[in-house]
C-alpha cells in the first residue's frame, strides 16, 4: 500500500507563475489535508477536503490560493501569481474517515521556490 | 482557538543518554489528542507518539514516552537510549476530538544526537 504522494518534489517558480502541486492519498482514504511550513516553523494547517467537497479552508489565504479533491484523481493545490512570501514546503495527509481522532498520513511534501 | 508551544528551539543530547522535549498547549477544549512527530532531514513527517486527553495513562512507544500533565496543558516527550537515529526536528501538535482531524503544530525543536 503506497504512502501519500506528492509531486513534484521540488518546484520553481518565477514572481506571477502559477503552481499546482498535486496530492494522491493513500489507497481508500477520502479525507484530504494541505499544510504549508515556512523556513524554521511548523506546519500550519490550510484546507481540509473531501471527494468533490471543500469541508474548511479556514487557513487558505483568501487570493490566490486555491484548492481541489475532484472525484476521479488527485488533490490539487494551486497557487496563482506566486510571489516570494509563498515559498515554503507544502504537505498533504490523509486520513480514512472522518470519525474522531483519526491519524492522518503525510506524504513528503513539496518545496516550492519562488524566484 | 488552539495554540502550541514548543519553547526549545534547539537541543542536543549524547547518543544513549535521556532527552525531555516540552510542550505546553493552550485550550477550553476538555477531550481532545495531542501528538509527536519527528521530521528528519528527509522531511517526511513521520509520527512517534499519541494521546488521548481522556486517557490518564501516558503513552509509550518503546525508547519514547510521554509525561501528560492534562491541568498544566503540558505534553513532553521523553526520548530513552538515544541514537544517532533521532536527529530530527520534533513537532508537537494538538486535534480537537469534535472536530475536521486537522492539526495544530508547534514550532518544532531541533534535536541533535551527538556520538
Known amino acids: 500500500n503506497a504512502g501519500v504522494m506528492q509531486n513534484p518534489r521540488h518546484l520553481v517558480r518565477r514572481r506571477g507563475q502559477e503552481a499546482r502541486l498535486r496530492c494522491s492519498p493513500m489507497k481508500g482514504h477520502s479525507h484530504v489535508y494541505w499544510y504549508r511550513q515556512l523556513p524554521e516553523e511548523g506546519l500550519k494547517f490550510m484546507v481540509y477536503l473531501q471527494k468533490e467537497n471543500i469541508i474548511d479552508e479556514s487557513g487558505m489565504p483568501k487570493e490566490r490560493f486555491s484548492a481541489e479533491f475532484p472525484k476521479e484523481g488527485p488533490s490539487i493545490l494551486r497557487i496563482q501569481q506566486v510571489v516570494r512570501g509563498d515559498s515554503a514546503a507544502y504537505f498533504c495527509a490523509s486520513s480514512p474517515s472522518w470519525e474522531s481522532g483519526t491519524e492522518a498520513f503525510f506524504g513528503q511534501g513539496t518545496r516550492l521556490t519562488v524566484v | 482557538a488552539q495554540t502550541v508551544t514548543q519553547s526549545q528551539p534547539e537541543m542536543s543530547v549524547q547518543e544513549a543518554e535521556t532527552v525531555t522535549l516540552s510542550c505546553t498547549y493552550d485550550?477550553?477544549?476538555?477531550?481532545?489528542?495531542l501528538f509527536w512527530y519527528k521530521q528528519p532531514p528527509s522531511r517526511q513527517m513521520i509520527l512517534v507518539i499519541r494521546q488521548e486527553a481522556y486517557k490518564q495513562q501516558n503513552a509509550t512507544e518503546n525508547r519514547f514516552s510521554v509525561n501528560f500533565q492534562k491541568a498544566a496543558k503540558s505534553f513532553s516527550l521523553k526520548i530513552s537510549d538515544s541514537q544517532l537515529g533521532d536527529t530530527a526536528m520534533y513537532f508537537c501538535?494538538?486535534?480537537?476530538?469534535?472536530?475536521?482531524?486537522?492539526?495544530?503544530f508547534g514550532a518544532g525543536t531541533r534535536l541533535t544526537v551527538k556520538p
Open positions: 485550550t477550553s477544549e476538555s477531550n481532545y489528542y
Open positions: 501538535a494538538f486535534m480537537k476530538q469534535w472536530g475536521n482531524n486537522d492539526m495544530r
